[in-house]
């Protein structure tokens, strides 16, 4: 549709005077390997509103205090069943990013991430998306990955492997697009069908979709498909591989913590709530229940846990492992306080953490 432009992007602190990358097609990312640190301010941090552990109304809430406390940016998750039966929600997103957009201003929200493969068809989250970025106009993103079991396999199709994954999320965001120009379009994919389908209440404008990538070829993939990358480990060589391919920031990334005054009581909390975390490779990928992820905490220690998540009350702990997401090239890195005291960490961010990335 003309005139429609896309924007809700996290290229640029706000308030930056100048050309914005998405206007002229291109940045200069940093190149990642070189031999200088880069400086803290470069970074911006974001909060996780954690769909798995809260209902809608208190992520709602969560977003007003994220905002209020100034983070720049919120990353929301899209289940369908939380990873264990101790979290014990998992609200349909889409309703809630409406409550979210109702209680927020100016911070920019995002999905981390939608699966637009099995569950959702892609039709429906064209519509979903404009919708949800009309209500937030110019600070909403579509973050994509290639999904979990857990979440897809609730309609009954077969489960497919990485790679047809990889094909049919990028056949979705392709169908997404083409969706997003709001004429009738009909398209008979290998994977998705459409007829005659329009999508009518269209955002001024349109927004990004930033990729979810774990290792070098899925960094490539997103840098073809996408125009941002998310990841949830600072993995130099997932970026290296992004930006050579010519992907554009922001590169995303996910730190796990879990802030409390008593270290060991909260490597207790994170164990109950997420100490799935520690299981290796693909198990987060290929367990269809959360019965499952359940006998996978067997597995958990307070030692391992410790290791996996921050916890406790050391700011120094979190500035570290920021820095580690600096030094890899990530340009935005948001925080998941694991368990029920957000308002706690919230305010232990506003005083210690957010200052230094001001």
Not at 25 to 49: A, C, F, I, K, N
Not at 53 to 76: K, N, R, Y
Not at 281 to 308: D, H, I, K, M, R
């Given at each position: 549709m003309p005139g429609l432009v896309r924007q809700g992007c996290l290229c640029t602190k706000p308030g930056t005077v100048g050309h914005h990358p998405c206007e002229i097609g291109m940045q200069q990312p940093e190149q990642v390997g070189v031999t200088h640190?880069?400086?803290?301010?470069?970074?911006?941090?974001?909060?996780?509103?954690?769909?798995?552990?809260?209902?809608?109304?208190?992520?709602?809430?969560?977003?007003?205090?994220?905002?209020?406390?100034?983070?720049?940016f919120a990353s929301i998750s899209d289940h369908f069943h939380p990873w264990l039966d101790s979290q014990g929600h998992s609200s349909f997103v889409w309703t809630a990013l409406g409550?979210?957009?109702q209680r927020t201003s100016h911070m920019l929200i995002g999905t981390g991430v939608t699966a637009p493969i099995i569950r959702y068809h892609p039709a429906i989250l064209a519509q979903a998306v404009a919708t949800v970025a009309d209500l937030l106009p110019g600070?909403?993103?579509?973050?994509?990955?290639?999904?979990?079991?857990?979440?897809?396999?609730?309609?009954?199709?077969?489960?497919?492997?990485?790679?047809?994954?990889?094909?049919?999320?990028?056949?979705?965001?392709?169908?997404?697009?083409?969706?997003?120009?709001?004429?009738?379009?009909?398209?008979?994919?290998?994977?998705?069908?459409?007829?005659?389908?329009?999508?009518?209440?269209?955002?001024?404008?349109?927004?990004?979709?930033?990729?979810?990538?774990?290792?070098?070829?899925?960094?490539?993939?997103?840098?073809?498909?996408?125009?941002?990358l998310i990841s949830t480990s600072p993995d130099k060589e997932t970026v290296e591989a992004y930006t050579t391919m010519g992907g554009k920031e922001p590169v995303i990334g996910q730190i796990t913590v879990c802030w409390g005054k008593d270290e060991q009581e909260q490597v207790e909390v994170a164990k109950k709530?997420?100490?799935?975390?520690?299981?290796?490779?693909?198990?987060?990928?290929?367990?269809?229940?959360?019965?499952?992820?359940?006998?996978?905490?067997?597995?958990?220690?307070?030692?391992?846990?410790?290791?996996?998540?921050?916890?406790?009350?050391?700011?120094?702990?979190?500035?570290?492992?920021?820095?580690t997401y600096i030094d890899a090239g990530f340009t935005h890195v948001y925080l998941h306080q694991v368990g029920p005291d957000q308002q706690g960490f919230i305010d232990f961010a506003k005083r210690e953490i957010l200052p230094k990335y001001a």
């Amino acid at each position: 549709m003309p005139g429609l432009v896309r924007q809700g992007c996290l290229c640029t602190k706000p308030g930056t005077v100048g050309h914005h990358p998405c206007e002229i097609g291109m940045q200069q990312p940093e190149q990642v390997g070189v031999t200088h640190r880069r400086d803290s301010s470069m970074v911006q941090l974001g909060y996780t509103l954690s769909a798995e552990e809260f209902g809608p109304q208190d992520l709602a809430d969560q977003a007003a205090m994220a905002e209020a406390a100034g983070f720049s940016f919120a990353s929301i998750s899209d289940h369908f069943h939380p990873w264990l039966d101790s979290q014990g929600h998992s609200s349909f997103v889409w309703t809630a990013l409406g409550a979210i957009s109702q209680r927020t201003s100016h911070m920019l929200i995002g999905t981390g991430v939608t699966a637009p493969i099995i569950r959702y068809h892609p039709a429906i989250l064209a519509q979903a998306v404009a919708t949800v970025a009309d209500l937030l106009p110019g600070r909403f993103y579509f973050g994509v990955g290639t999904g979990e079991a857990l979440n897809e396999h609730i309609t009954g199709q077969q489960w497919p492997p990485l790679s047809v994954r990889q094909e049919m999320m990028t056949e979705a965001i392709a169908l997404i697009r083409k969706l997003w120009e709001g004429e009738y379009t009909t398209e008979h994919g290998k994977f998705y069908t459409v007829e005659n389908a329009r999508i009518y209440t269209l955002p001024d404008q349109l927004p990004p979709i930033y990729v979810a990538a774990s290792g070098p070829q899925a960094g490539k993939l997103a840098a073809k498909i996408g125009e941002g990358l998310i990841s949830t480990s600072p993995d130099k060589e997932t970026v290296e591989a992004y930006t050579t391919m010519g992907g554009k920031e922001p590169v995303i990334g996910q730190i796990t913590v879990c802030w409390g005054k008593d270290e060991q009581e909260q490597v207790e909390v994170a164990k109950k709530y997420w100490g799935y975390t520690i299981l290796p490779g693909q198990f987060s990928q290929e367990l269809a229940l959360p019965l499952y992820f359940e006998q996978g905490l067997e597995l958990a220690t307070n030692e391992n846990v410790g290791q996996a998540i921050t916890c406790g009350p050391d700011v120094e702990r979190y500035h570290q492992q920021i820095q580690t997401y600096i030094d890899a090239g990530f340009t935005h890195v948001y925080l998941h306080q694991v368990g029920p005291d957000q308002q706690g960490f919230i305010d232990f961010a506003k005083r210690e953490i957010l200052p230094k990335y001001a």
